[in-house]
Structure formats: C-alpha cells, structure tokens
C-alpha cells in the first residue's frame, strides 16, 4: 500500500496510541538538548505529534510548542493529553500545506516516528523554510531492535508472518542495533539544507503480555491495514506462544536513532 494511504491509517487507532506505544527515553531528550542548545521557552515546531507522546516531555520542560498532526482523532487525542500546558497548540493539517502564523521562525523542528511519512520531494525544503540559519532539525524512529539475545519469540512469529505473505523478505535475524543504518544522515546531508551535528542510538526493552502486545500490534500501519483473516490468525499465535511461558510475556527490544541537523 502507498504512504499516503498508510500514513492515515493511524487516526483509526488515536484512542490506543498513547497507551499501546512506549514512551521514549528520558536520555533521548538530554541529547536532544545538547546537541542542539536549545533552552525554554525556545520555540518548538512537532510535526506529525499523533496523540502527543514526545510532546508532552518537552511541554513540560516549558516550551513553546506547536505541534501539526494529519489526523483529526489523534489531534484531538492530543489536545486532550496537552490541555495543562496553554503554551502548547495542536493544528490538524498535513505538515506539506501548513502555513505558520506569528510562531515563525521556529528554533526547532522536530518529529518523532513520523518523519519517513511525509512526502520525500517536499519535507526539508518545507523543513528548511520554517528554520532561520542555525535552527535545528531533530528526527528519532521507534524500531524493534534485535540485540544479540533478543527474544526467540520473534523468530516463532516471524515464521507466522512468512506463511502469511507478510514478511518482508529481508534476511532474519536483522541486524543488531549496532549494525542498523540511519539513512536519515545521508537525507539531511543530501539535501543541501541541513549539516548533521550528530547521531545518538537509544536502545530499551520492554515486556509484554499477549493481550498489551496485540494492543501495540494494532497501532502498527502495516497490521491495521492487514487483511482481517490473516490478523486473526496472526494474533491467534500471539495467544498461543504466549500461553506456554511461564510468566505468559515477551520481552520487545526497542531502537530510537536521534539525527540533528543545523540549518545552513
């Protein structure tokens, strides 16, 4: 399926995200605000802030922040989970067609699991264009990780996946957190617009039982868009794996990779 048709698949879960997804470290936002010297009450462009889950950190910290989400229903998810912090505002546009009001220039334009959805041709231009020289462009991805003693549970569901047609082909076990690449580097460079300050890998694990697993699984594009025969079988195997362990969980390594970028 495209991104375009994927990249609104989310909205259909906004009342899930928040709880299924896990929180970021708290060490990915210290890095955040050393690599790029930020301080409050620096002002704050988010794009694609789904339910505002690396909004409410930095909301927090005290800045000004505006945060731009596709979906209506997330966008309402987040003004709901933002509604303490009146120097917050949530718009509900496509980040490609937003115009800013006064808010403009930002000091910072970040996107957390969001920025591989906007349109490849248009993102750093538009990103370059709300930036004054020296402003900073801030991405991070949430990704399974596979150390070297990742959970075998994965292998297991992997072969569920291949039976159904919905591996993706790729070599198993993928590469440890280490050995991943970031193509967000080469992107930023590439563009003419951005000179990479730095890269930071952020690994954790969290466990999971059967039922929270499932919860997460259904705020994931490619699941939420699966044929309903194929995720019921899918989920069914879940329970099943599960059922045998003695504590009934798994437990789902995660990789976040912060690239910063500074306008030139």
Request: charged share 25%; net charge negative; hydrophobic share 40%.
């Given at each position: 399926m495209s991104r375009e048709h994927l990249r609104t698949t989310f909205d259909t879960v906004a009342a899930d995200y928040?709880?299924?997804?896990?929180?970021?470290?708290?060490?990915?936002?210290?890095?955040?605000?050393?690599?790029?010297?930020?301080?409050?009450?620096?002002?704050?462009?988010?794009?694609g802030c789904g339910p505002g889950k690396a909004t409410i950190p930095l909301a927090r910290l005290g800045f000004r922040i505006t945060a731009v989400e596709l979906g209506a229903a997330?966008?309402?998810?987040?003004?709901?989970?933002?509604?303490?912090?009146?120097?917050?505002?949530?718009?509900?546009?496509?980040?490609?067609?937003?115009?800013?009001?006064?808010?403009?220039?930002?000091?910072?334009?970040?996107?957390?699991?969001?920025?591989?959805?906007?349109?490849?041709?248009?993102?750093?231009?538009?990103?370059a264009a709300l930036l004054p020289s020296g402003g900073h462009l801030a991405v991070w991805d949430a990704q399974h990780a596979f150390p070297e003693d990742f959970d075998p549970f994965f292998t297991e569901i992997q072969r569920v996946y291949d039976e159904m047609g919905e591996g993706d082909g790729a070599a198993w076990p993928p590469p440890t957190p280490e050995e991943q690449p970031d193509p967000t580097a080469a992107e930023f460079e590439d563009s003419g617009q951005f000179t990479v300050v730095g890269t930071r890998r952020h690994v954790w694990a969290r466990?999971?039982?059967?039922?929270?697993?499932?919860?997460?699984?259904?705020?994931?594009?490619?699941?939420?868009?699966?044929?309903a025969s194929k995720r019921e079988h899918l989920y069914g195997e879940v329970r099943r794996l599960l059922a045998v362990r003695p504590d009934g969980r798994l437990t789902r390594h995660w990789l976040a990779v912060l690239t910063v970028g500074r306008r030139l």
């Open positions: 928040q709880r299924a997804r896990p929180d970021y470290p708290v060490d990915l936002y210290t890095d955040l605000l050393t690599m790029t010297g930020i301080e409050p009450p620096a002002n704050l462009l988010e794009v997330l966008a309402g998810e987040a003004r709901r989970e933002l509604r303490d912090f009146p120097a917050v505002s949530v718009v509900t546009a496509p980040f490609e067609t937003w115009r800013p009001g006064d808010d403009s220039p930002f000091d910072l334009l970040y996107a957390a699991t969001a920025w591989k959805w906007i349109d490849p041709r248009l993102k750093y231009d538009r990103a466990k999971y039982t059967a039922e929270e697993y499932i919860a997460l699984l259904n705020t994931f594009s490619g699941h939420i868009a699966m044929q």
